[in-house]
């Protein structure tokens, strides 16, 4: 199912490969974050995007403009199909990351990649929030990064499945929403805190679903996925 991301959140190549030569097929692409790329490099990165998987590089840059924009060329070349940078790194630093991303990709003739933003973490709640300095709901604060996300030329961001409904009021149908946050009824929650199951943020709009360990963590991962697709295919097919 093209909408399902699965996170590779391993920290081992061999895991990661092997994961994947099991999903190929069930999963849309696959997300490499921190975990995998700080561990092993980008070798792996190149390695699934070589052979046509869709790769989303989860590294959530947020640094100042020239950085971001640096390390978004370097990702570019990697062929990725998909990245990300955080919101609140601001208008001038999305901007910064979006031209690098087709300045890079022209330059050597590769696909623009999809540059997205992340909002507010979806393991966030609202008292996490207070925490840091941020006392407007987190509805509010996460229609409004949105926004501006927007508004810097990004293609969508990345948020909790409970705030697709305030961003598709606020943002074009066009606009990209990316939820991780994805847990069935009877799965563990761990440290996410604002979860749906996968359909029901399909339901509510969402564009693409990153799932890691509903699917990495499950005794049969292949399976785990397949029964996350079929139970999309059955909450969104005509009655
Ligand atoms: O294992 P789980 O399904 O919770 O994995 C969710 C993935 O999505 C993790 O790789 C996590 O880093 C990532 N993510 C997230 N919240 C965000 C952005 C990314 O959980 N706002």
């Not at 947020?62 to 978004?72: K, L, N, R, S, Y």
């Not at 925490?131 to 990004?154: H, K, N, P, W």
């Not at 990153?210 to 029964?227: L, M, T, W, Y």
């Amino acid at each position: 199912m093209d909408q399902l991301l699965v996170a590779l959140d391993v920290d081992t190549v061999a895991d990661a490969r092997a994961l994947a030569d099991r999903l190929r097929g069930v999963a849309g692409g696959f997300k490499i974050g921190s975990r995998l790329f700080t561990s092993e490099g980008p070798g792996i990165v190149e390695e699934l995007a070589g052979r046509g998987d869709r790769v989303f590089l989860d590294l959530k840059f947020h640094d100042i403009p020239t950085t971001v924009a640096g390390a978004v060329a370097a990702a570019t070349r990697l062929g990725v199909w998909m990245l990300n940078v955080h919101a609140s790194g601001g208008g001038t630093m999305m901007r910064a990351a979006r031209d690098a991303a087709q300045q890079e990709a022209a330059r050597t003739s590769r696909p623009v990649p999809l540059v997205i933003a992340v909002t507010m973490l979806t393991s966030l709640d609202q008292q996490a929030l207070t925490d840091i300095g941020l006392t407007e709901a987190m509805s509010a604060q996460v229609g409004r990064l949105a926004a501006l996300t927007e508004a810097s030329g990004l293609d969508g961001v990345v948020a909790s499945p409970h705030e697709i409904d305030i961003i598709r009021r606020r943002c074009g149908r066009q606009f990209a929403i990316v939820t991780p946050g994805i847990r069935g009824a009877s799965d563990v929650k761990g440290d996410q805190s604002r979860t749906l199951t996968a359909s029901e943020a399909l339901s509510a709009g969402a564009t693409y679903l990153v799932v890691g360990r509903p699917i990495i963590a499950a005794k049969d991962p292949r399976a785990a996925a397949e029964r996350i697709v079929s139970e999309c295919r059955a909450a969104i097919a005509p009655s």
